[in-house]
């Protein structure tokens, strides 16, 4: 990371853009433009101030036959998260903070139909001088429901459950005894 555009049959990706301390350029990530609780959320990661930032996303919908019919037409997406602190942030800290995430969802899913995944994975980063291995949170999230259009906006309130449960508080917290101080 940084990484260019790469489009197959399945998947577009549309490369990194830096939008760290630019909020007004999230409008360039072409996943914004399709949600807008998405677009807020990537808007307060871009912030100077925000622990995480985003290193990539997607966000698509399809049908799933095999599903009950009621919850058959999926919105979803994910996003891919590293901390503005590369090296101080160990495995544990995330483990933390996704739980807390995890915990939020749980309280405010209502009657959605939510699944959200979590997974702990290394990144290469190439930026602010530093280049090297450190750890990534990639978010995996669907929403369920009977109709393509209440499956978008189930989605749409799952995104910001999210964005609430990765509260720069939140975040601060969870990454308590990383030697962190927040700026």
Not at 25 to 38: D, P, Q, Y
């Amino acid at each position: 990371m940084p990484y260019p555009a790469f489009h197959s049959q399945v998947r577009s990706n549309y490369g990194f853009v830096d939008v760290r301390g630019r909020p007004e350029l999230v409008g360039e990530i072409t996943e914004s433009l399709n949600s807008a609780k998405f677009e807020v959320f990537l808007k307060r990661l871009a912030s100077t101030s925000a622990p995480i930032f985003s290193v990539g996303c997607d966000l698509g919908t399809h049908c799933d036959l095999s599903l009950d019919k009621h919850l058959r037409e999926i919105a979803g997406g994910y996003l891919q998260v590293v901390s503005s602190w590369y090296t101080k942030v160990r495995p544990e800290h995330w483990a933390r903070l996704f739980n807390s995430v995890k915990h939020h969802v749980e309280q405010v899913v209502a009657t959605d139909h939510w699944k959200v995944n979590f997974e702990l994975a290394p990144v290469q980063v190439n930026l602010d001088g530093y280049n090297n291995l450190t750890g990534s949170v990639k978010i995996d999230f669907f929403a369920c429901a009977p109709s393509r259009k209440k499956a978008l906006n189930s989605r749409e309130r799952l995104i910001e459950a999210i964005d609430q449960g990765l509260s720069d508080d939140a975040i601060t917290s969870s990454f308590e005894g990383s030697g962190i101080r927040p700026a």
